[in-house]
């Protein structure tokens, strides 16, 4: 899982990638990605509104979210700060389409 160090956890921090970020539009989520000024870790944070379903939904596309982004730890650039937004057709994604989704935007941004 995702360690305390490889995640956003300030409102300011959220709205500063949202604003200054790429974004990137998938079936199922929506990836912001803004290039930060220090050389720290890659930091990820995840927005699932109530929009996307029930408590136990969200926390199910939040703990997925987490798992992939953990997967591509190493593919990311050190210091880039990540917003992932899940859309409400995520609660029905499965596993793989949520892969494919975050996958396609992240390798996009290191290009």
């Not at 409400?88 to 935007?105: I, M, T």
Request: hydrophobic share 40%; proline share 3%.
């Amino acid at each position: 899982m995702l360690g305390r160090r490889n995640r956003l956890t300030r409102g300011a921090e959220y709205k500063a990638v949202v604003r200054r970020g790429r974004r990137c539009a998938g079936a199922h989520t929506v990836t912001y990605v803004n290039r930060a000024v220090t050389d720290g870790p890659a930091r990820f944070g995840f927005i699932v509104s109530r929009q996307v379903g029930g408590a136990v939904v969200r926390n199910t596309v939040r703990r997925r979210l987490k798992a992939l982004c953990f997967e591509s730890l190493d593919s990311v650039a050190p210091g880039d700060d990540i917003v992932i937004r899940a859309l409400p057709s995520a609660a029905s994604a499965s596993f793989a389409d949520l892969r494919s989704d975050v996958e396609k935007c992240l390798t996009r941004r290191t290009r």
